[in-house]
């Protein structure tokens, strides 16, 4: 077994390095919701192909990228932040992290050129859980579960390489699947 740090709001799942699913193929979730009831969170690295303008047409000139969050309900729109002095009523996840908020708020600043891409990150959809599920794939070491969250690493444009990066900041015992391909078969 992988993991020794239990699953909880405000950790990353790192998926294993061969994980074949595409929904999750090198995958950073950063946890927003754990219970028994199951568990939530948003895929940091898979970026979409739009940008914020194009989903919220009153924000036509928002040059700020929206990613898929995950395989679940991919209409709905969703956010984590940096910036809780700016937008009101976010739920803290981590230290410097939140989700949700006022989003007329966040409309406001965005339309007043008072938030940037690397104060706030956009989801399409969810990565969602049963209860049970995410316990199970973590004991069949199908994710890593990570609590080392450098907020300027989540928050910054380096989707490519994010999964890579958070692997070797979780220490020697981790740090040579950041070199494994993508396909073992390449090999």
């Known amino acids: ?32 919701e754990y219970s028994a009831g199951g568990a939530m969170g948003f895929i940091l690295n898979h970026a979409s192909e739009y940008l914020l303008g194009d989903i919220m047409p009153e924000l036509s000139y928002s040059e700020i990228p929206v990613f898929v969050g995950g395989p679940v309900a991919g209409n709905t729109l969703h956010f984590i932040h940096r910036c809780p002095e700016k937008i009101a009523d976010g739920i803290e996840l981590a ?20 938030l940037n891409a690397d104060e706030i990150r956009f989801f399409t959809g969810y990565s969602g859980w049963t209860p049970g599920q995410l316990d199970d794939e973590i004991t069949g070491d199908s994710w890593i579960v990570a609590n080392n969250l450098n907020v300027d690493t989540l928050f910054s444009d380096n989707e490519e390489t994010l999964w890579r990066e958070v692997v070797i900041g979780l220490g020697q015992r981790y740090a040579h699947i950041a070199n494994f391909p993508e396909n073992p078969a390449l090999n």
């Not at 790192?14 to 950063?30: C, G, L, Q, T």
């Not at 230290?95 to 008072?114: H, M, P, R, W």
């Open 1 to 32: 077994m992988l993991n020794s740090i239990p699953a909880a709001a405000g950790r990353l799942l790192i998926s294993e390095p061969f994980m074949m699913d595409p929904n999750f193929k090198r995958a950073v979730i950063i946890l927003t």
């Open 95 to 114: 230290e410097g992290i939140f989700s949700g908020g006022d989003f007329e708020a966040v409309k406001e600043l965005i339309t007043n050129y008072q």
